[in-house]
C-alpha cells in the first residue's frame, strides 16, 4: 500500500513540473491600440488575435506565441461612419500597415523571467510586423482564480523600425508636415484570457504518467 502512495505522489508531482501550454480565450481577450500627433489629437481601437498560446514551465509563466489579424484593425473612437472607414482603411493601406500584402503580424516569446512584486514577468519577445522582426520588451502581471489566467501588459513600440514610416518626424521635414507630424510610438494594452480547463500540453504526458503509476501499482501488488 506504501508503494501505490508513493507511485502516486510521484506521478502527480511529474504532472505539476510538466511544461503546459494553454490556449488563449480568444474571445474575450483584447489589443487596444493608441496612435496619437506630435500637436495634440489621437486614435484608439482594437486589433483582434488569431491564435494565441501561452506556455507554462513548473508551474510559471514561460513563454508563448502570438498571430494577430492585421484585417481586423478597427477604431473606437471616430462616431462619424465616413470618417471611421476611412481611418480604417488608411490604416490598412501601403501608407501604413499594408494589410493585403501582409494580413498577419506574431509575436514570440524569447524570455520570461519573474519581476519585482508578486505576479509580475519581465517580457521580452520577437515581434514581426510587414515581415520585418526586432526585439520588444515589457513587463506583465498575472492575475489568477480558480477558474482562469489573465494576463495584462502595456506595450510601447516605434513603428519606424517596421517600415511604417508615415508623416514620421524621423523621415520628413516636421515644418512642411506641420500638426500632421504622427508620433513614432504606438502603444498597446494587452489582456489575454485564459481558461485553466483548456490546456492543450500536458494530456499525452499524464497518459504516460498514468501509465507508469499503473505499472508501479501492480509491481507493488505482486510483492505483498
Known sequence: MKSIMLGTMVALFSISTLATDYNVDLENSRIGWLGSKKIGGQHTGEIKLKTATVKFAGGHFSGGEFTVDMASISNNDLTDATYNAKLVGHLKSVDFFEVEKFPTSSFKITHAGMGKGGDNYDVTGELTIKSLTHKVSFHAQKIE??????????????????????????FFDIKALGDNVINDEIKLEITLVINKTESSGPAVEKKDLTKKKKKKAKKAKKAE
Not at 156 to 162: L, S
Request: proline content about 4%; cysteine-free.
Open 145 to 170: 482564480t480558480d477558474a482562469k489566467i489573465t494576463f495584462t501588459a502595456p506595450v510601447v513600440f516605434d513603428r519606424t523600425k517596421w517600415d511604417v514610416k508615415y508623416n514620421s518626424g524621423k
